[in-house]
């Protein structure tokens, strides 16, 4: 079942979203524009296709999102704490959580490299070091990648019909 989209950068919130008490909580709870910030906020900081899980690390991703979405709505709100807990509880797939794995393993490594070359004390086996990372982290990327497919073939299968097509947005997948 299909909850949201990113289409163009924006978040789509589909009705069965809405189904979901936390979410429902939220819409009821707020105006109409904070519920959307609130909600565009949950997707975009933890959908696995989101701009921003793709391209920043955990820490900088949610300052960003805090600062151009929820500027003026206070973060330790019950019900955006409540809705992303369970948005996290109803994603969390397996692959999922491969993939997280992995690219936070590559944000570790990343800053491994950028602070030793900072400290400008690069030795033969930090050089070593290096290259086994290189090595590694094609694999890694490749296993990203893979991981990326599984994950949206998963959500594809969920909002597939009878001869392949894809659920409209006013049909009620079987």
Sequence with gaps: MKYFD????????????LAIPCFNDIWVNHKKDVAT??????????HPKSPYVMSMSTEKRAEKLQ???????????EYLVAAEA???????????????GIRMGLEDMSASLKARKRSGEMSFRDMNDLLNMAS??????????????????EELGSSRVKGGNKVGYYELPK
């Design 37 to 46: 910030r609130i909600i565009k906020y949950i997707v975009l900081n933890n």
């Design 67 to 77: 600062e151009r979405l929820l500027n003026g709505i206070d973060i330790s709100n």
């Design 136 to 153: 590694r982290a094609e694999k890694a990327i490749k296993s990203i990648q893979d991981l990326e497919q599984k994950v949206n073939a």
């Design 6 to 17: 990113i289409l163009g950068g924006d978040v789509v919130i589909h009705a069965d979203a």
């Design 86 to 100: 369970e948005y996290l509880e109803f994603t969390n797939t397996l692959s999922l959580q491969m993939l997280s």
